[in-house]
Structures are given as C-alpha cells and as structure tokens.
C-alpha cells in the first residue's frame, strides 16, 4: 500500500473522474449554449487547481506508484497553472465556440484529457510515464484542432499537427530506449545514478539524450523542429490555438527539467550545447520570421517560437561544477519566464477572439486597425501584452527577460554573456513586430466598425489578466520565490 500512495495522485484521480462525469452529463444535456456542462467543467478544474495548491503548500516530495510518479513542489505548482490557463482559456473560448458550431460537449471533455495528460507529464517519475502523458495531451489537442470538420484549414491543421507530433513522439520514445538500454532502467532517478557510476556506454548514452533533445525541441516548438507551429497555430480554431499555446507549454517545461536535470544532468555538457543551438536559432528565425507575418495568429506562433528559445537559455548555463545555487538560479528563472509567457499568452488570444464575431475571424494584423477608437480599454489592455511579449517595463515581461539574461551573466563565462548580448539584440528586433501592432490599434484609422460585444465574464477576466500582467511586472517578487522554492525542492530530492 506504502507503494502504491494513492493520496499523491488524487488530484489526477478526481480529474479522470470529473472528466467522465462531464462527457455523462453532457449526453443529456438539451441547451445548445451548455451552461450547466460550461460550469460543472469550471468547478471540477477550481477543485484540482486547489487540490494542486493544497499539495504545494505542504511542501512535501511524495512517490507513488512504485516511484512511476513524484508529487513534488515544482510539479504541483506547474500543475496549478496549468490548470487555472485551461479555466481561463475555455471562459474565453465559451463565446467563441458559440458562434462556430463548436460548444459542444467534446471541447470540455477534451480539455480536460489534454489537462490530465499535462498533469501526468509535470508528475512523471518514469519514462513511461512521461509518454503516457504525453500521448494523452497530443491526442486530445490533435482531435481539438480538427472539430471544426467544415473547416479546410482546420482539417489541414490537425493532420500536419497529427503527423509531426507523432514524428516528435517517435523521436522521444526512441530517444528514451537508447537510455533504456543503456541504463537499465526507465526509472528517472536510477537513470541518474546509473549516469553518475561513469560505466555506461557513452555512444548509447548520447544517441539517446540527442533523440529526447530533439523530441522536447519539437514539443516546445523550437528551432529547427518549428514546422508544425505556425501552420497550427494559423489553421485551428482560434479557441484551440489559446489551448495549444498555453498550458501545454507548461507541460514541455517539466518534462525538459524531469528528463534532462533529473535524470542526465551527468552528460549535461552534452545536451547543454545543444539546448544553446536551440535557443539562438529559435531566437534568430523566430524574431526575423514574425517581422514578415501579416497574419495575427501567424505572426504570435513565430513569437512563441521566439520565447520559446529564450526560456531555453535559463537551462543552458546552469550545470557548470557542482554549483547548486547556479543551477536553481538559471531553472528558476526559466520556469518564472514559461509561467509568465503563459499569463500573457492567454491574454492576448482572449483579445483576438473577442474581436472576432460569428461569420467573422479576426486573425490578420490589419483586423485590429483604430481599436483604441472602437474600444480604449480594450486597446489599452492588448498594448499592455504586447510590451510585455516586448519586455518593455514596467511589464511582467521585462522582468522574465532580465531574470533570464541575468541568471546568464551571473556565470562570468565568456561565452554565456555573448549568449546574453545576442539574446538582448534578437529582443530589440521582436520589440519591432510588437510596437507595430500597438502603432496599429493607436494611429491607424479603424476599418472594421461593428460594435464589440462581450460578456460581463470575458470583460472582467480579460481586466484581471491585463492587471495581473503589470502587477506581476511591478511585484514580480511573491511569484519568483514561488518558482525558486519549487525548483530549488526539486533539484534536492
């Protein structure tokens, strides 16, 4: 029973159960606008998020399931996330949806497996367990991006999403029975005390840590395994793009540290290296690809590819020696950035499905044209995320970016402040594509004039996300010790 430990999985245990008391539930239900499935969903989700926040308090690193699964600080707390985006992300979908054909049943459910498989990835202990997760949250946004069935570009969507994540699952498992076979075990934690003993063959060893590299590289969408991005994050539903980019991203986070920190960081000279290729090269064509992008979701997806690449800077300097301090520094920072970039991500889709109207999609740069003149707040609200994706101060934005840059220069290595430099100059040049849409909303003249509807919800929610975005700007404080007390837990257990 000591094995097994069930209390360390109940929150992954309610959510299954919620999730299938949801699709029950929604057979009988008869309103088209799903209220009663919409709230049930909302209540189920604020319970995990509080179960999550209840097992972070305690502090505690819990195994179970024959140590398949951790329940730990980091996790928990990337999991509370996680799950309050996907609440955040169907409020701002509800309306959305509605007028698509698209509230149905299947977008709750779904949502809720992608968030189930988020959760068993941030609480993996297994390598198994890890592909178990993973497999669970593809196939759920897989079939998300497709529901839209009157949709080419929808259609077209989820089959190249469909076909490159398989692609990028392949990798991972490949990369993962390399380890296997050279380790002996699929055990994260046996894994890294079979690394540390330095009689493993090191071929093997590498072959497999280049395989996972580059099956993590696909999942956060970065450089030279982006394809699938824009093309995704353009083609989907605009409701489905906010679920892909958002908690997910959390996900891929937690499996990086989980495989890489956890479980190699014996050959982390090795996967170092390569994550720093990564992240230049996302920094570079990210930045220099959305410059071209007329098209608004186009545009955002070589923004992630962008952030995506700076995040990965955080675990590039950090394993050098034995210094343990450094190390937390640099994956603190890097976790405080992917939760930042999450919070301001939400936002600003939630600003585009809002402009966006039945029979309508509000997806090119041009779409947003004088909103400060249809709407002050509103317009005020979109600047305030595009200068944090800008990292303009006071934004929550600008600290991601400095946390990052200086847990880099901290290292004193030659190398690593070059890294820095180049990193500052590739944000000057996103800074352009930002600004530019700020200039659009302020000095041009407006060519759409319909009235922007909204419900009291999305009204008050979209507030709180733009306000919580420069409180965590001002006071970026409270949430960084947040982030440093989870990883600093989860590199000493």
Not at 44 to 54: D, E, F, G, N, Q
Not at 241 to 249: D, E, Q, V
Not at 285 to 292: H, R
Request: charged share 10%; aromatic share 12%; net charge neutral.
């Amino acid at each position: 029973m000591n094995a097994m430990n069930w209390p360390a999985a109940y929150p992954e245990i309610f959510l299954l159960l919620a999730t299938c008391v949801v699709a029950l539930v929604d057979l009988w239900t008869t309103d088209p606008k799903r209220v009663f499935t919409y709230r049930l969903t909302q209540g189920s989700l604020a319970i995990v998020a509080l179960m999550y926040l209840y097992q972070y308090d305690a502090g505690l690193s819990v195994y179970a399931m024959q140590r398949m699964v951790v329940a730990d600080p980091m996790g928990n707390l990337l999991a509370f996330f996680a799950t309050v985006a996907v609440m955040i992300s169907l409020a701002y979908a509800r309306p959305y949806a509605e007028g698509r054909d698209m509230l149905k049943g299947e977008l709750f459910t779904l949502s809720m497996f992608s968030l189930l498989g988020i959760c068993v990835m941030v609480s993996a202990n297994n390598f198994l367990v890890v592909y178990l997760g993973l497999e669970l949250m593809s196939l759920s946004l897989y079939a998300l991006t497709a529901m839209r069935r009157d949709s080419l570009n929808a259609t077209e969507a989820a089959m190249k999403y469909f076909v490159l994540g398989a692609l990028a699952s392949g990798f991972l498992l490949y990369g993962m029975s390399m380890m296997y076979g050279a380790t002996g075990s699929l055990d994260i934690g046996e894994v890294f005390k079979a690394i540390g003993t330095g009689q493993i063959h090191e071929a093997v060893l590498i072959f497999g840590v280049v395989f996972i590299v580059a099956g993590l590289a696909f999942k956060l969408g970065a450089v030279p395994f982006h394809m699938w991005v824009p093309d995704v994050y353009q083609g989907a539903p605009t409701a489905v793009t906010l679920l892909i980019g958002g908690a997910p991203k959390l996900a891929a986070f937690a499996i990086t540290i989980r495989l890489l920190v956890e479980g190699m960081s014996g050959v982390a000279e090795h996967w170092q290296q390569m994550l720093i290729v990564l992240a230049v090269g996302s920094m570079a064509i990210g930045n220099l690809a959305a410059i071209a992008q007329s098209n608004l979701k186009r545009m955002l997806a070589y923004s992630t590819i962008a952030n995506m690449g700076f995040m990965l800077l955080g675990l590039t300097p950090t394993v050098i020696g034995t210094n343990t301090l450094s190390a937390a520094n640099g994956y603190s920072s890097a976790m405080f950035y992917m939760v930042t970039y999450v919070l301001t991500t939400l936002g600003t889709f939630g600003v585009i499905m809002l402009l966006s109207r039945q029979g309508f999609e509000s997806e090119n740069i041009d779409d947003l044209k004088g909103l400060s003149k249809r709407s002050p707040w509103y317009a005020g609200v979109m600047a305030i995320f595009m200068f944090s994706l800008a990292g303009v101060p006071p934004t929550v934005g600008f600290y991601a970016k400095f946390s990052v840059l200086q847990a880099i220069v901290s290292t004193n290595v030659y190398g690593y402040i070059v890294l820095a430099v180049a990193a500052v100059v590739f944000s000057l040049i996103g800074a352009f594509y930002y600004l530019r849409l700020v200039k659009v909303m302020y000095f041009d003249e407006p060519t759409d004039t319909a009235p922007i509807v909204a419900s009291g919800e999305v009204r008050a929610l979209l507030s709180l996300n733009g306000a919580a975005v420069l409180l965590f700007g001002l006071m970026p404080g409270g949430l960084m010790v947040l982030c440093v007390n989870a990883i600093g837990k989860a590199l000493t257990t």
